[in-house]
Structures are given as structure tokens and as C-alpha cells.
């Protein structure tokens, strides 16, 4: 079993940045991944970044060059800094983590983005 928590969102301005936090507790071994998600209103949960247990990544196109996600597996932390933010980035962001150990995805609650225009 994994627990996932995320922090850090808010409102924000147009061009501005935000950092949210995902920290992670319970049975953490054999986690092959961890990702971020994003879900505009109406819309469906999308994949934004994520990083494999190797250190490789992968981004949206629609954030690259613009989120970076990072780690510290000391912490059992993630992160996703957000630079240059735009009002389609609202919405609520989700962390995800997968494991091997049990073949489960696990999912935190979310937190909410707002990005003014």
C-alpha cells in the first residue's frame, strides 16, 4: 500500500511560477515510476511529467521547457516546478506513482492550480 499527498497549489498569475510537492509513504519498494497529471475542468486526466526509477523523464509537449519534474528518493519526495504559466494550466494535479511490487497504480488527492489572466 502507498499513500501520496500532494501541496503547493494556488493562484497564480499569468507567467508566473508555482512548485507542488508529492510525498509519498507506506510500502515503497519497487516503485518503477513516478508521474504528475493534470485535469482541466471537463476535461480528462493527461500525463504532464514523469520520471522512471533509471532517471529518465518524460513531458507533455505542451509543458516542455517549461515544468521540470525532480526527486529525492531520500525524502520519498517528488516535485514539479511550473515556470511561465498559462491559463490552460488550471486545473487539479495529481500525483501517481506505479509499483512493481503489487502491479498497482496509487493516487493522491490532488491540488489545485489556478492561473489568472
Known amino acids: 500500500q502507498v499513500q501520496l499527498v500532494e501541496s503547493g497549489g494556488g493562484l497564480v498569475q499569468a507567467g508566473g511560477s508555482l512548485r507542488l510537492s508529492c510525498a509519498a509513504s507506506g510500502r515503497l519498494n519497487s516503485i518503477e515510476s513516478t508521474s504528475w497529471f493534470h485535469q482541466a475542468p471537463g476535461k480528462q486526466r493527461e500525463l504532464v511529467a514523469q520520471i522512471f526509477s533509471s532517471g529518465s523523464t518524460n513531458y507533455a509537449d505542451s509543458v516542455k521547457g517549461r515544468f521540470t519534474i525532480a526527486r529525492d528518493n531520500a525524502e520519498n519526495m517528488v516535485y514539479l516546478q511550473m515556470n511561465s504559466l498559462r491559463a490552460e494550466d488550471t486545473g487539479v494535479y495529481y500525483c501517481?506513482?506505479?509499483?512493481?511490487?503489487?502491479?498497482?497504480?496509487?493516487w493522491g488527492e490532488g491540488t489545485l492550480v489556478t492561473v489568472s489572466s
Open positions: 501517481n506513482v506505479y509499483s512493481l511490487y503489487d502491479e498497482m497504480n496509487y
